[in-house]
Every structure is written in C-alpha cells, then in structure tokens.
C-alpha cells in the first residue's frame, strides 16, 4: 500500500501503482493541511496524519474511519513509523529548540523523548525532513539547510554527519527525504540535483548516485513488498529493489 499527501488530498495506490482511494480522509481532515502532508502507514491497516491546524494525529482506517486523535500540542515537521510500529515524530518545543518523540501508535503516550543538540548547524533553523529507526535503534534523520544526514543515538548524541551541500559524489542540493534498505543503506531524494542518492552503511565516502534524472523528487519510501517508492513533482515511480543493482528505467504511473 502506498501513501501520498499533498496540499489538501491523501491518495492511496496500490502496489503496481493504481489508484485505490482519492481524496482521502477529506469529510474527517477539513483539508486543513499544510504542505507536504505529515502521513504514515501503522499497523493493522491504520493510517497515522497530522493535522497543522489542531496540532493532533489522528489515526484512521483505510474505510475512512476515525480511530482515535493523540493531542501534540507542538509544531511538527516529520512523521514516521519505525519496525515496531511507534510514531516518530520531530517538533518545534520553542524558536531553538527541536525534539524527536516516539509515541505509541496504541494510544499515543511518550516512549522516548530526543532534544536535537544546538551545536549542530542548520538543524535547529530548519525542519527535519524524515526520520527513521534502523537496525541499531539509532535515529537518521535529514536536514535539509544542511544537506546533511544525522545518525543520532536514544540520548541525542549525534555518531556521523553525512553529506554536504553540492552537486557532487556524495553531495547534495535540498534533499527532501529518506529512507533504510534491510542493509540500512540511506536512500535519499536529492531534489534540487533531480536524482536519487544511496549512501553505505553511514559513510559518505561510500556512496552512488542511484537513480539519475529524475525531475524534483520530493519523497522515497519502501512498500510492504520491499519495492522502492519514489514520488517525484511529476509521477510515482516504483521499481524492483536490490540492493546490489542500480535500476536504469523503473516504471513510472
């Protein structure tokens, strides 16, 4: 199943790429969103949306349905769902502090709290983009003023700093978001460079261009049958992943 929030719409595909429901989410959401939708795909068939106007997650069905609403309070820039199914989420608490939570997508309720360390350039003027769990229990996450990818461990200490701003090997220009492969190399939509970008195991001297020419790509995801999800300004594209192989023309819908 595949996701996608814009301005005041969710789209849900299916996993060749057709359309299975248009303008979801509507008659409970208000089109009340801001740009880009915070939306995650949880458990049990359940879908996790932020609404900017209430400051609230609310999770609902694919029939629609409202499940439940989890009060944050606080600005949010990212939204994801880790292994175990959490919320990871990225807050604004005050004009220079930023916060990475992991709720439970039961009920809501704070696992874990992460305070993005000030030292760090960029990270506290900008929102972050994505951010994921991998393997390690360690936080990856992106900032795009940056153009950097940041492993953090559970207590905020930050363990690599990847990329920098540029059009080069593992370079970036306004990447936009992530994700992990099962051998967590960090997938990443490089859009002002319009390519995708695969850097390994956290090193950014080991990188590649993965996918080039690709016009504004704006979000990359994995789907429950582990094929790679890219959404570009102009198309969806979806495409067998190996991750020993670089694709030469995925299909686009």
Do not use: W
């Amino acid at each position: 199943m595949l996701i996608n929030g814009n301005t005041n719409r969710i789209h849900v595909y299916g996993s060749s790429g057709e359309l299975l429901q248009t303008n979801f989410g509507n008659r409970l959401l208000n089109k009340r969103f801001n740009t880009p939708t915070l939306i995650t795909e949880l458990p049990n068939s359940r879908v996790a949306v932020f609404d900017s106007h209430s400051k609230k997650i609310l999770k609902l069905s694919f029939s629609e349905d409202l499940v439940d609403t989890y009060n944050i309070g606080l600005a949010t820039y990212c939204l994801s769902a880790n292994r175990y199914g959490h919320i990871v989420m990225a807050h604004q608490k005050s004009k220079t502090e930023r916060e990475i939570s992991i709720r439970s997508s039961e009920n809501g309720y704070i696992i874990h709290t992460i305070s993005i360390p000030r030292t760090v350039r960029g990270v506290v003027e900008s929102p972050i983009y994505s951010i994921y769990n991998n393997q390690d229990s360690n936080i990856v996450a992106l900032d795009p003023l940056s153009c950097k990818i940041l492993v953090m461990n559970l207590n905020g200490a930050i363990l690599s700093q990847i990329g920098r701003e540029g059009f080069r090997l593992g370079e970036m220009e306004n990447p936009r978001s992530l994700c992990l492969d099962a051998q967590n190399k960090i997938i990443v939509a490089d859009t002002k460079n319009n390519r995708i970008v695969r850097f390994h195991s956290g090193n950014s001297n080991r990188s590649e261009i993965f996918l080039q020419e690709v016009y504004r790509p704006l979000a990359v995801a994995f789907d429950a049958c582990d094929q790679l999800v890219v959404m570009t300004a102009k198309c969806l594209m979806i495409f067998n992943y190996k991750s020993s192989v670089i694709p030469t023309a995925p299909p686009m819908y």
